[in-house]
């Protein structure tokens, strides 16, 4: 995944101190509003850091919003990966382990929604689809990867494609819930409990089928 921050992090203990506080307000302000709430001088103000200061180090906010993804995404897919051991350590059946998958899943979305959903907003810019489209696989392989370990318990005839789809319209329904992307106004549509056990439910059903 690219960085945007690499090659600006500073040297100095004060600068580096002044960088913290930047991503630290610039995230702040994202998880609470939009892209386009965001603004130089509301940066400055939350973080304590002279707007010049800012732009000795950024050209503007398009370039600070990249670098909070950078840091963001990359926060995230620890956390994936640390889920994914987790769940992969517990040795589970599949009628277990897809209901256990969609949950970690679903509550990982969930922590993390509100800091999503501006970054998905501004999936048009190709710098930030990019990032997206980056995390996305990666949580997609390891979903999948981590259901075909228990590849003998499944009877669809084709795995790869089931395990696919499963994870599919499950991140798909499950985005749409927390207004994630482009459906923000069906966002909490439904019972969030009920909407992952079901997903679990039926992505047992469709694994477990035997027809082509």
Sequence with gaps: MPTATASRVPKQDRSRAALEKLLSATREILSEGTFEQLTIAGISK??????????ARFQGKDELFLAVMADVFGELETEWAELIS???????????KVPELIETLAEHLRRHASILKPFMARGSDP???????AGHMKTASSFQSL???????????????????????????LARFLGLGSAAEAAGEGDWGQLK????????????QTGA
């Design 46 to 55: 939350r973080s304590g850091v002279s707007v010049g200061s800012i732009y």
């Design 86 to 96: 987790s769940v992969r350590s517990r040795q589970l059946t599949l009628d277990d």
């Design 127 to 133: 710098r930030v689809a990019a990032f997206g489209k």
């Design 147 to 173: 259901l075909l370990e228990s590849r003998t318990e499944i009877k669809h005839p084709f795995p790869e494609h089931a395990v696919n789809a499963c994870f599919s319209i499950g991140y798909a329904a």
């Design 197 to 208: 056990q079901d997903l679990g439910s039926m992505c047992v059903g469709f694994l477990k």
